[in-house]
């Protein structure tokens, strides 16, 4: 069945191709198909309307519960608008929303995204699930639970070519398997708490690790700093964030991201100075 919604901040482009999300396609006609949690989706808008395309209607709780449907992001806008800069950010991209992913996936995903663009993500991400993912019907693949993962090596990973992450990727697999690292711990524990525990995986960092907490656990006060980020602190707020953002930090970090990155809300691209750095700081 077909399942039509309407929502005024909900733009699937903006909110699929917003960085937060590696297993969405943008096809030629404007629509998008994807995989989450074991489901097949495709989704056209028109406006602020908004298609599911061939659902059960038992998934519709599921969809409306990943897209953050009950939640009002007019409010968000409201109340960052009180910043000129946040203003502006919220008026070029006012349809992004944040995804409620799986946090397995969403983790693994991170790991993968260290120091890579998008295109090679969704490729090694692909692979992953190709490989050790439950094949679906009608075609594709489910992300692989930890449990489909579990006793992985890194020699096992290397088909999917995704480099010094696979030792990233064993060990978080590995951490989730044992209970070391416990979702359901980690949803109830408050932020920084939250964040030294998924820093116990190895390879994972303060960006991965908010990436994480802001995208599956909807801690919205993690705010994930990559070298776009950092620029926008350094140019536009060197003495924090104005007090409009407390608590919805990841709110305006999504806004802001887009708006530098598509709106020229910033004069030019990193430098090679700074993509070093952060390349730096992934390896330690």
Aim: charged share 25%; hydrophobic share 40%.
């Amino acid at each position: 069945m077909d399942h039509t919604i309407q929502n005024e901040n909900f733009d699937i482009r903006r909110t699929f191709l917003c960085g937060q999300c590696f297993r969405w396609s943008e096809q030629e006609n404007g629509s998008f198909t994807g995989i989450a949690a074991g489901r097949k989706l495709a989704l056209t808008q028109q406006g602020n309307l908004i298609t599911l395309h061939g659902i059960n209607k038992q998934d519709i709780p599921f969809w409306e519960n990943y897209f953050d449907l009950t939640t009002d992001y007019s409010a968000y806008i409201d109340a960052l608008s009180g910043d000129e800069m946040l203003k502006k950010a919220c008026r070029f991209s006012p349809g992004i929303r944040i995804l409620r992913q799986e946090p397995f996936e969403t983790l693994i995903s991170f790991i993968i995204s260290q120091n890579n663009n998008i295109p090679r993500i969704a490729g090694i991400i692909g692979r992953l699930c190709e490989s050790f993912g439950e094949q679906l019907p009608g075609g594709g693949y489910a992300f692989p639970t930890a449990k489909q993962l579990s006793g992985v090596t890194p020699e096992d990973l290397a088909p999917l070519r995704a480099g010094f992450r696979a030792r990233y990727i064993c060990d978080a697999v590995n951490k989730v398997n044992s209970g070391e690292v416990d979702f359901a711990e980690i949803d109830a524990l408050p932020l920084v708490p939250a964040r030294e525990k998924l820093k116990t995986i190895v390879g994972v960092g303060d960006k991965v690790a908010d990436c994480v907490l802001l995208f599956a656990f909807h801690k919205t006060d993690a705010f994930p700093k990559d070298v776009w980020v950092k620029r926008i602190m350094a140019e536009f707020y060197p003495q924090g964030l104005p007090e409009c953002t407390r608590g919805i930090e990841g709110i305006a970090q999504q806004y802001l991201f887009d708006y530098v990155r598509n709106g020229g809300g910033m004069s030019q691209e990193p430098n090679i100075s700074e993509r070093k750095e952060e390349l730096h700081n992934v390896l330690l």
